[in-house]
Each structure stands twice: as C-alpha cells, then as structure tokens.
C-alpha cells in the first residue's frame, strides 16, 4: 500500500458503511473512522474533502432522508460549496456514506463516496 491516511466518514447504522469496514479490515488496510454524527466537524476539513470528491458534489447530500424533506426543497437546494457545506455542518444526518478520504503529506489528496462500497478497492490503487 501507500504511504497516505484513510479516513472514512462512518455511521455505525448504515449497512454500506458497515460494509465498508469489513471490506478495509478484510485487506489490513489502516483506517481511521470519523463518527460524523457523534463528534463536530471540521469545517475546512469537509470544504477541502467535497473540493476532491470524486463525481458530482451534489451526491454528498442525501435527498432521500427524512430530515431532508421535511426541512429542504430539492429544487430550492444551491449547490454552491458554502450552501452544502453548511447544510452538511448543521445537519450532518444529511451526509451521504461512507465517504473515503487520503490524506498525504498533511494535505487531502482525494474522496469519494464509496457507494457501493468496493468502490475503495479501486480508489485505493488509483
């Protein structure tokens, strides 16, 4: 493997997430998880995460979350960096997961939000 960090935004009730783990425990592959719903997040660790993210920003966001419908109007949804983010940091149920990040050299290289989960086998060697 690579000389870089993993990390991995985690919800311990998602089944993808959860996959996931089992997929990077599976190869030894070293990991840190962040339990985005139990701990604040970083601003500017998610804004330099989204900058990175491999596909469409938009997929960040889970539409199809409760919270989301109640609160938000997809179509009223801009998806300007700073309105994500701050939809993301007050509402982080709304965090679509698990996303993979590598850090290397102190500086977030890449992400992506490993759905489905193999996802990681191909972004880890990429």
Known sequence: MKNYELKI???????????????L?????????????NETLDVSFLRETLNVLY????????????LFKTKFN?????????NIIDKLINNPILIQRPIAVIIKNGKIRKS???????????FLIS
């Open 9 to 23: 935004f985690h919800n311990n009730k998602c089944s993808k997430s959860r996959a996931l783990i089992k997929i």
């Open 55 to 66: 596909g469409d920003i938009s997929e960040v966001i889970r539409s199809d979350e409760k």
């Open 112 to 122: 992506i939000i490993c759905r489905p989960p193999e996802k990681i086998l191909d």
């Open 74 to 82: 997809k179509v009223d949804i801009d998806l300007d960096i700073d």
């Open 25 to 37: 425990e599976d190869k030894t592959v070293n990991f840190e998880t962040i339990n985005y719903l």
